[in-house]
């Protein structure tokens, strides 16, 4: 990632925007418009109070905040490898099927969206980025990656129909300590998406448009799923999804 050196504040507008508004996807969030207004402020905000610890948050990327970006994406690297697809026979990221198709019977709405998107989406990869900022700072600690992409074929073994983790989702966990069980791996998830939905703007479920959701803690009891299926077809176009690392950090601000 390069900075074009010209400091985006409110009012700024282009490519360099939208890719600043996904970045900060975890940091309250906003969509990824490319027009910088008051959420995308309220964004660059909360990155600086949450991450650089800066005490007058201006809300305007410069030099510093851009530098505190790429020293955020170090210090919260993602393993691909962990989020590839186990059915063994797509790459890992499913073969690009089925675009524009739905689940028969149903309404022609993105839960039902039979597409395998060509990796994972930059905004959940980067909501996760913040999750694990967020986790570091609080009694929570380290989170793992428990499940990424699972394409049709997967799907079909384990006899599953969500086609959520098509690139939209991802799931985490955090790992048991000696003494405990599944009940306080409940609560600690229930704990986290609590503190997900304050912090990032997560909303438990799928009610609002163009929000991240969680899923409620009768379908995740014990891990936590995140996803962008409650998006508009122009926020999930595929130059918005990924299958490496370097892919993700790769567009300039
Ligand atoms: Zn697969
Ligand atoms: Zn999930």
Avoid at 15 to 31: D, N, S
Avoid at 87 to 92: L, T, W
Avoid at 199 to 228: C, Y
Wanted: aromatic share 12%; net charge neutral.
């Amino acid at each position: 990632m390069k900075f074009n050196s010209e400091n985006l504040l409110r009012s700024s507008k282009g490519l360099a925007v939208e890719e600043l508004q996904i970045r900060l996807a975890g940091f309250r969030g906003t969509v990824w418009d490319g027009d910088f207004g008051p959420g995308t402020e309220l964004q660059v905000i909360t990155f600086q109070k949450e991450y650089m610890k800066a005490e007058n948050p201006t809300g305007i990327v410069d030099q510093k905040v851009f530098e505190a970006l790429e020293e955020f994406s170090k210090e919260f690297p993602i393993d691909f490898d962990k989020l590839k697809c186990p059915c063994g026979e797509c790459e890992g990221f499913g073969k690009g099927q089925f675009k524009d198709q739905y689940r028969e019977g149903k309404p022609k709405v993105e839960a039902y969206h039979n597409f395998e998107y060509p990796g994972i989406h930059k905004a959940i990869l980067h909501s996760y980025r913040a999750a694990q900022c967020y986790a570091k700072a609080s009694e929570f600690g380290s989170s793992f990656l428990s499940s990424g992409y699972r394409c049709h074929v997967n799907n079909k073994n384990k006899g599953r129909k969500s086609t959520n983790h098509m690139g939209k989702a991802l799931d985490c966990d955090f790992p048991l300590t000696s003494n405990e069980d599944k009940r306080d791996d409940g609560i600690r998830c229930d704990k986290f998406r609590g503190l997900l939905v304050e912090k990032s703007n997560f909303q438990i479920g799928w009610h609002g448009r163009n929000k991240k959701s969680l899923e409620p803690s009768n379908i995740a009891p014990t891990w936590v799923h995140m996803d962008v299926r409650s998006f508009s077809k122009q926020y999930l176009q595929e130059k918005y999804f990924v299958t490496t690392e370097q892919e993700l950090d790769s567009n300039d601000l």
